[in-house]
């Protein structure tokens, strides 16, 4: 009895360790953080050295707060210019424009795929051309500072909404390929197609004077209400970058005299369903520019969790690194490393800071350590790029080794925070074991308050 007792008793253990082993293989449910979780630590330190709850609409400077967007000081102004319909609008100008500037075609060539202008006088004339395939289209310019903006700032001015109900103004051509010749102002039930298929054909031309402050910088955009998108010169603002349209350049042909040609798609196929020519007025009145890609630098600080009740431990210098994502990746500029701890950037070993920056662990970099009696040096930026697809800096890991194993650090919403961007690359982080709060005293309102989340460093 006592034998089958034992037995029994041995299978049961074994069952139990086998449930035991299979419930941690395939339960997901993570196991409760236990007393010494180092992240678990942290975030009860940090959550008492700001002295409360972090916000609940806190973000860390992760994701973009609302506050208000500064504008170019001068207003644009966009007029039907009316003047010179009858003198220059005529059917020359339109053959013009079929023969040298074909509806589909006109871009293949571009000079740039992507575009804005720069200029020198006060005001330029320029033609807006379409056939009646993009006559619910609304087109317009968007302009900014760039001594104080970026094409991020820019302001919109409409030119004109629903080109086809628009009709006051313009000249309005049809062709006809048996007789051979532009007609002006056939009725609109005359029957039409794209500029360069058979049969009847229909363009218009409305003409406009761009008048704003010549230090700016200008570009055109369409709205196609169809699809509810709007496609720009400068391609950096298309949706995925997409380059839709092209600058042909300056032309002379025909009656198409002294203007730069250049057109715009109002779908998602590369084309020139509006065709736009604009009169320089002067060798120097305006000139193209290619867009360079609008960076968005921040500074990324981080505290590598490694802290006790000391408020010196939250200087939040272990790593400091500038991020700009670009096509493909990200750039990125090492300018600190404040931790004798290993640090390593995207889950990459060969980017473990102190070898990025050539010293021993135990040596911190650029944040006074030696100074204040501590091993430390003094190192130029590290810059560096990193490839994949990231669609926020935030996704960019940055990891420190505790307790045998890599641990992220975070920045998450609501929750305290061992990593903080900040949009300001004359920030300056605190030097070793100097209080991130004492350094910048609005740190704790910010964190429990979300108080100038634009300023809180300033």
């Given at each position: 009895m006592k034998r089958i007792s034992k037995l029994t008793l041995l299978m049961l253990a074994t069952a139990a360790l086998i449930c035991s082993c299979v419930k941690?293989?395939?339960?997901?449910?993570?196991?409760?953080?236990?007393?010494?979780?180092?992240?678990?630590?942290?975030?009860?330190?940090?959550?008492?050295?700001?002295?409360?709850?972090?916000?609940?609409?806190?973000?860390?400077?992760?994701?973009?707060?609302?506050?208000?967007?500064?504008?170019?000081?001068?207003?644009?102004?966009?007029?039907?210019n009316t003047s010179d319909y009858s003198s220059e609008l005529t059917k020359n100008y339109f053959s013009t424009i079929q023969e040298y500037f074909k509806e589909g075609e006109a871009c293949v060539d571009a000079t740039y795929r992507s575009y804005e202008f720069n200029r020198e006088l006060e005001s330029n004339r320029v033609?807006?051309?379409?056939?009646?395939?993009?006559?619910?289209?609304?087109?317009?310019?968007?302009?900014?500072?760039?001594?104080t903006e970026t094409v991020a700032d820019a302001a919109k001015v409409e030119m004109v909404s629903d080109l086809k109900t628009n009709t006051s103004y313009y000249m309005q051509y049809s062709w006809y390929s048996s007789g051979s010749e532009w007609v002006a102002n056939m009725p609109a039930d005359a029957g039409y197609k794209p500029w360069t298929e058979w049969g009847a054909q229909r363009l218009h031309v409305r003409r406009f004077t761009i008048t704003m402050n010549p230090s700016y910088r200008y570009g055109f955009y369409v709205y196609n209400p169809t699809t509810g998108k709007t496609y720009y010169s400068n391609k950096y603002l298309n949706e995925n970058e997409a380059e839709l349209g092209g600058l042909i350049g300056y032309q002379n042909v025909g009656y198409v005299e002294d203007s730069y040609v250049f057109g715009l798609s109002d779908d998602d196929r590369p084309g020139c369903e509006i065709l736009f020519a604009m009169s320089r007025s002067g060798s120097e009145a305006v000139s193209p520019e290619k867009p360079e890609p609008k960076l968005e630098w921040k500074r990324?600080?981080?505290?590598?969790?490694?802290?006790?009740?000391?408020?010196?431990?939250?200087?939040?210098?272990?790593?400091?690194?500038?991020v700009a994502l670009v096509?493909?990746?990200?750039?990125?500029?090492?300018?600190?490393?404040?931790?004798?701890?290993?640090?390593r950037i995207n889950r990459n070993d060969e980017l473990e800071v102190h070898k990025m920056f050539g010293v021993d662990q135990k040596v911190m970099v650029n944040t006074d350590a030696e100074k204040h009696g501590m091993s430390g040096a003094t190192k130029d930026p590290v810059k560096f790029k990193l490839e994949g697809s990231f669609s926020s800096i935030n996704d960019i890991a940055i990891e420190v080794f505790r307790n045998n194993r890599w641990i992220e650090m975070t920045a998450p919403p609501a929750d305290a925070a061992s990593k903080i961007a900040v949009d300001d690359m004359n920030f300056e982080w605190p030097y070793e074991r100097q209080s991130i709060k004492k350094k910048y005293p609005d740190?704790?309102?910010?964190?429990?308050?979300?108080?100038?989340?634009d300023s809180w460093w300033k």
């Open positions: 941690a293989q395939f339960d997901p449910t993570p196991d409760p953080p236990t007393p010494d979780d180092p992240v678990e630590i942290y975030k009860s330190s940090f959550k008492k050295y700001v002295g409360g709850e972090i916000s609940s609409s806190q973000v860390w400077g992760f994701y973009n707060n609302i506050s208000a967007t500064t504008r170019a000081a001068d207003p644009a102004t966009v007029t039907v033609d807006i051309i379409y056939s009646n395939i993009t006559t619910d289209d609304v087109v317009g310019i968007y302009y900014y500072d760039p001594a990324i600080i981080c505290e590598d969790l490694n802290v006790t009740n000391n408020d010196t431990d939250f200087d939040f210098n272990d790593i400091v690194l500038d096509d493909g990746g990200a750039q990125c500029v090492l300018q600190a490393a404040g931790a004798t701890l290993k640090i740190f704790p309102v910010y964190a429990t308050k979300n108080a100038k989340p």
